[in-house]
Nanobody, 112 residues
Framework: QVQLVESGGGLVQAGGSLRLSCRAS????????LTWYRQTPGKQRELVATITSGGNTVYADSVKGRFTISRDNAKNTVYLQMNRLKPEDTSVYYCRKGSTDWGQGTQVTVSS
């Protein structure tokens, strides 16, 4: 049974940092692309960053230079380091395995 459990969200002031974690189980973690998405009420879920099994990364233009996605295959965990946070980064952040399974999400709130 696939499980993806996000953690690390919270309330932070603009300009601050947070690190999100997504711990996975129930599948061979190392062979999958993992992706962070975010969704704000009333808006579509948007891709934030993705990392392939080989470590290649892609970022949304809105987070380039501020966010870093990484993975630790030994810990079955994917991370999202978020620096220089802005109020517009406020959202629920989800991790996704491949094109199928989703985690439950973690709330990030950035105050101005």
């Amino acid at each position: 049974q696939v499980q993806l459990v996000e953690s690390g969200g919270g309330l932070v002031q603009a300009g601050g940092s947070l690190r999100l974690s997504c711990r996975a189980s129930g599948f061979i973690f190392s062979v999958y692309t993992l992706t962070w998405y975010r969704q704000t009420p009333g808006k579509q879920r948007e891709l934030v960053a993705t990392i392939t099994s080989g470590g290649n990364t892609v970022y949304a233009d809105s987070v380039k230079g501020r966010f870093t996605i990484s993975r630790d295959n030994a810990k079955n965990t994917v991370y999202l380091q978020m620096n220089r946070l802005k109020p517009e980064d406020t959202s629920v952040y989800y991790c996704r395995k491949g094109s199928t399974d989703w985690g439950q999400g973690t709330q990030v709130t950035v105050s101005s």
